[in-house]
């Protein structure tokens, strides 16, 4: 199947990267770096490294979404679910989202296990334009 096109980007070309962002994850339910940018266009590897004791995840979506999203996963916790701009990452591993930013804009990634988001687990993905 095609890669389907998100408001965020779309599945990248792990061949394409031209970068990778360590993403840390820990149970203070924070990510370091909390904001990140990158420019249109650019495929990106974003690296999600566990270093707490509990599982956590990374998950690239608009805001709307990734509140939808966590409101499911209050109702359905042990609900598994998988897609190309989410990474699960059991505690002390690590796990990769190749993704193509191919929209300008301000976009936002979190942990949307249960109880995570609410505490604040979540940041933001600033896409600058490419001068044309």
């Given amino acids: 199947m095609p890669p389907e096109q998100k408001d965020w980007g779309i599945a990248g070309d792990v061949q394409a990267v031209s970068r990778t962002i360590t993403v840390r994850m820990g149970d203070n339910m924070r990510f370091t770096p909390g904001h990140i940018e990158v420019q249109e266009g650019d495929t990106v590897r974003l690296r999600a490294e566990n270093q707490g004791k509990v599982l956590h995840e990374m998950v690239l979506g608009t805001r709307a979404e990734l509140d939808q999203h966590a409101q499911m996963m209050q ?22 989202i190749v993704w193509q930013f191919n929209r300008p804009g301000t976009f936002d990634f979190a942990c949307l296990i249960a109880g995570h988001y609410q505490a604040g687990m979540t940041g933001t993905i600033t896409v600058v334009p490419r001068s044309r």
């Avoid at 109702?75 to 990769?96: L, N």
């Fill in 75 to 96: 109702k359905f916790p042990g609900m598994e679910h998988d897609a190309p701009y989410m990474a699960h990452v059991r505690a002390g591993q690590r796990g990769d």
